[in-house]
């Protein structure tokens, strides 16, 4: 839910008394509609978080920095072209309304920047004005550049006088971290539900296989349970040829014969263990012979008789499997957290393509470890120099993400993505912890990690799992024991 006027008023009082005079050490965006600062003040840093999505507006400190996208946007490019390294002289709100102004001196040479945060809703807009109050950039949401802004109206809105965090204290910037905790809060219940809807997606999917086996399979038991009629039917045209055998060739026996010679379709004869009951109906090949009919039905019966148990011993185990997968669909479904999920979904890991995990003689080995993100994600863990090269350049997607500890010789670990999607938050973290772990380093506990998009990435000739990257960026993973726990539990 956004910050109400309210909620950003107590924000604000607690910022200007701690954040004027910070320096801006980095500006990045963890998604399109958010602006992470990182600022210095006073010897210590800080991390100053503008979300402008739609029911989430608000602006706060935040404890947790958040890795930034792959490729940043134009719009935190201007950023940090125009207040990169500048000073947090003020911040402000205006009364009445939920707008906060920022207001950056110094900088890339430039005397007077403004940061304009109109935390609307759906009308949210992030503007970036001269030392004249005249617009350089709509970094979010619409502007004509080189307009001078009006001042707000201070138009009271919808809920502006909620207040869910009790009253400030610059001091302790109480709200500030209440705030951050519970939007936090927020965003672990949002991405464990994610993960439950991948888990149970995946198990719907593994659900609709197996009623399908189970269909095919009923309907292979129907026809070899078709072994018995087949039998009494080869029984018909056995008894019926010794008769034929036994009879003088009158006019009775050339009748008889006849009905059976071969190029006959269907015949109907009487059955030999129950004379009285009606004729027994016989298919026959008329390219056969009347004998041969017969061992055909012989052999077919005995061959679906011999595999009728073996059927419904496959039956018996889909249906067990079917119900399994149902149990855990629903233990997903009601998992209240994280490692309660992680017991139920062990042993989900999706297989990608046909490729199969080393194992039984026969099967292929695999150049990759697999393991699965928080959300469901598959990541893929390179084995040696070779497979690093294979798992890169061969088995890897343009739109894959590549990740790698930076200046030391470990595992590529990718991350499978569609062309147009973006990682989420955790795969990322969860990636790049496991490109930590393979880094050769013992008991390492910060490290720097490089990913990129595997489009960006070359082989260099000569060296096998060495690469070239045209465009990558950093992130500093800290090694977190559950995650770490989890992941392994995942492989």
């Known amino acids: 839910m956004s910050l109400s006027d309210l909620e950003l008023s107590h924000v604000v009082t607690e910022l200007s008394d701690c954040l004027p005079g910070a320096q801006v050490q980095k500006i990045n965006a963890p998604h399109l509609l958010c602006c992470q600062l990182r600022l210095r003040a006073r010897g210590q840093n800080r991390i100053l978080l503008l979300d402008l999505s739609p029911g989430r507006t608000r602006l706060h400190l935040s ?164 072994a018995d009629l087949l039998s009494v039917q080869a029984e018909c045209l056995k008894a019926q040829l010794g008769q034929i055998a036994k009879a003088q060739l009158g006019q009775i026996a050339k009748a008889q014969l006849g009905q059976i010679a071969k190029g006959s379709g269907q015949i109907e004869l009487p059955n030999p263990w129950d004379p009285d009951s009606p004729p027994v109906r016989i298919e026959l090949d008329p390219a056969r012979s009347i004998v041969d009919n017969m061992n055909r039905l012989f052999s077919k019966s005995r061959r679906l008789r011999k595999a009728q148990a073996q059927i419904q011993s496959r039956l018996d185990q889909t249906r067990a499997e079917l119900i399994q997968t149902q149990e855990k669909r629903l233990a997903i479904e009601q998992s209240e957290d994280e490692d309660e999920l992680d017991r139920v979904a062990q042993g989900l890991t999706p297989a990608p393509g046909k490729s199969r995990v080393a194992g039984p003689a026969g099967e292929r080995r695999l150049p990759y470890h697999r393991y699965v993100s928080a959300t469901g994600k598959e990541i893929l863990v390179g084995r040696s120099a070779q497979d690093n090269h294979q798992l890169t350049f061969q088995l890897a997607r343009g739109s894959d993400l590549w990740f790698h500890a930076r200046g030391r010789s470990g595992a590529h670990v990718l991350v499978r993505l569609e062309r147009t999607e973006t990682i989420d938050e955790q795969s990322l973290l969860d990636a790049a912890t496991l490109a930590a772990l393979h880094a050769g380093l013992k008991n390492p506990d910060k490290v720097e990690v490089s990913y990129a998009s595997v489009k960006h990435l070359h082989p260099v000739k000569g060296h096998p799992g060495m690469v070239s990257v045209a465009k990558a960026s950093t992130l500093l993973i800290r090694i977190e024991e559950n995650r770490v726990k989890r992941l392994k539990n995942s492989r």
Do not use: H
């Not at 947790?64 to 390294?85: F, N, Q, V, Y």
């Not at 550049?145 to 809105?157: K, L, N, V």
């Open 63 to 226: 404890e947790t920095r958040l890795p930034g996208l792959p490729s940043a946007p134009a719009w935190i490019m201007k950023c940090r072209l125009e207040i990169g390294g500048a000073v947090l002289s003020d911040i402000a709100k205006v009364d009445g309304d939920r707008c906060v102004r920022l207001t950056f001196l110094g900088g890339a040479g430039k005397t007077r920047r403004v940061l304009s945060a109109e935390l609307y809703g759906n009308q949210a807009r992030l503007l970036l004005l001269d030392d004249r109050d005249r617009l350089l950039a709509a970094l979010i949401g619409q502007g004509k550049p080189g307009e001078t802004m009006p001042a707000p109206t201070g138009q009271i809105r919808p809920g502006s006088t909620r207040n869910r965090f009790g009253a400030p204290n610059p001091e302790t910037l109480a709200v500030n971290q209440e705030i951050a905790s519970q939007y936090q809060q927020g965003d672990s219940q949002a991405a464990l539900d994610q993960k439950k809807r991948a888990l149970s997606k995946q198990l719907g999917k593994a659900e609709k296989k197996s009623r399908r086996k189970i269909e095919r399979l009923a309907a292979d038991l129907a026809r070899a349970q078709t």
